[in-house]
């Protein structure tokens, strides 16, 4: 009996403070709640507006000057978007791809190997011809002033998807020539002038 009424009296003790703690909790948890939908907030405009993107620095390489910088979002519906900017590089035409190898290290890039080319069909234009590399870009027009961009949305890649589609840790090559779409494996746009590895963010 005695037993019985310490559990209780421990109860009662314990129900006691309880008492205040809650009564603060509650005022504190009034303020907190409104905290909390504004982050609910941001999430929701982060899910909505904020996509996954991927980026390339791009270096010289076969002793040119050029320089660059590639960006890609991927809007979830199996198409990225890419940007490409280009600096000091040659007027004219310049072959753009993605290689299967993101690594630059050596100085003419070919440490970045072949086209990027999980299904295994010939070299040809994107949107054009029946079959193209994965890598098939287009080629890049630059002006007198060594500049050049292209803007474009490809179907078939992701950021951080499967194997076919995933272009993280590719290479993107810019090539001293232009693109044929016709010439087996490559499209004799010539020597690789700049190189970056696509990476997220
Ligand atoms: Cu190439």
Redesign the pocket.
Known sequence: MKVLKSLLLAGAVTFMYACNPAEKKEAESDSSESDSEEVVNEVETSTTEDYVTAMAELSSASGSEVSGKATFTDLGDGTVTFKITLENATPGSH?I?L?QNGDCSADDATSAGG?WNPADVEHGKRAVDMKYHAGDIDNVEVGEDGKGMLEMTIEGWSIGGDESSDILNKAV?I?AGADDFESQP?GA?GA?VACGVIKKG
């Open positions: 072959a791809h290689h086209h090559i090539h490559s746009a690789r």
